[in-house]
């Protein structure tokens, strides 16, 4: 099983150029960085954790620039969105985004996409029609797949129109990042097979994947998709060898354990945690 790492990168966490040097010096495989690019003050979307959401909701950096950053001094880790909100993103910029920073890795980069929960943020982007976000999320990520694999390329769904332009840089990846959809079953796990190349779904909140695994991959093969082909990435994964024992034995794919948004002193010590539970787990 993979083992990743996870963190909302802020001005007050260890710097993401330090951090990807650590996780990657520790045998790590993966780094990826949550999106939230503002937090309405009304908070009428509960927190689906429960509870009051944390500050670091509010304070995350762009992940496309904290990425960008780990891309430069490392070498092998790969650098993820977790997840990536594309429902608030104009999708030809999202596109040059996503191929320039698998350009500037070297093809290490990790697509994580999601519709999000805070109706809200996502309406101020000028997404207010909260029950068409999934069918967002798909036209737009169909829109940049064609941006990416096409010389000249065009795109007509319900929602997302582009007319025939070249956009250029191309992914370095063929035909482009691995596309990582996050969100809870079965809805999540629907989106992944029809479009995606892995699912994420959240560890911890009563996640019952004992149950919805064995659904996910007989999903993927009566929707003529090889599960096997399709990773699976549990995520915020508590660091504790039972908890990542029990993914493995239920063959996910890769653990990403959270990071709490910290400073090195904090962080540090629960990165070599995670990559010890890594070594053990293979």
């Excluded at 999000?116 to 029950?131: D, I, L, P």
């Excluded at 029809?194 to 699912?199: E, I, Q, S, V």
């Excluded at 063959?251 to 945690?273: I, K, N, T, W």
Aim: with cysteine; glycine share 8%.
């Amino acid at each position: 099983m993979k083992a990743g790492v996870t963190i909302f990168p802020t001005d007050y966490a260890i710097p993401m150029a330090e951090l990807a040097v650590a996780a990657e010096e520790r045998g790590l495989e993966s780094l990826w960085v949550a999106e939230h690019s503002h937090i309405p003050v009304s908070r009428r979307s509960p927190f689906p954790g429960g509870g009051e959401l944390p500050d670091f909701y509010r304070d995350t950096l762009d992940p496309f620039v904290a990425l960008a950053s780990a891309a430069a001094v490392t070498s092998e880790i790969k650098l993820a969105t977790g997840i990536c909100l594309v429902v608030q993103r104009d999708p030809i910029h999202t596109a040059k985004e996503v191929a320039s920073l698998d350009q500037v890795s070297g093809g290490r980069f990790l697509f994580g996409v999601g519709a999000g929960w805070n109706a809200e943020e996502m309406a101020n982007h000028g997404t207010k029609q909260f029950r068409a976000r999934f069918k967002l999320l798909r036209e737009r990520v169909e829109a940049m797949q064609a941006l990416w694999t096409r010389e000249q390329a065009s795109y007509r769904g319900e929602l997302v129109e582009i007319e025939t332009a070249w956009m250029w840089p191309k992914p370095v990846q063929k035909p482009y990042p691995p596309i990582h959809v996050g969100g809870v079953f079965p809805g999540a796990a629907r989106r992944a097979i029809r479009y995606g190349d892995g699912w994420i779904p959240i560890g911890g909140r009563h996640d019952k994947l004992d149950e919805t695994l064995p659904a996910f991959r007989r999903m993927a093969e009566e929707a003529g998709r090889d599960p096997a082909k399709l990773e699976v990435s549990v995520y915020g994964v508590a660091p504790r060898e039972k908890v990542a024992a029990r993914y493995q034995e239920l063959g996910v794919d890769r653990s990403v354990f959270g990071l709490p948004s910290a400073p090195r002193d904090e962080v540090l010590p629960l990165l070599d945690r995670c990559a010890e539970l890594a070594r053990k787990l293979g």
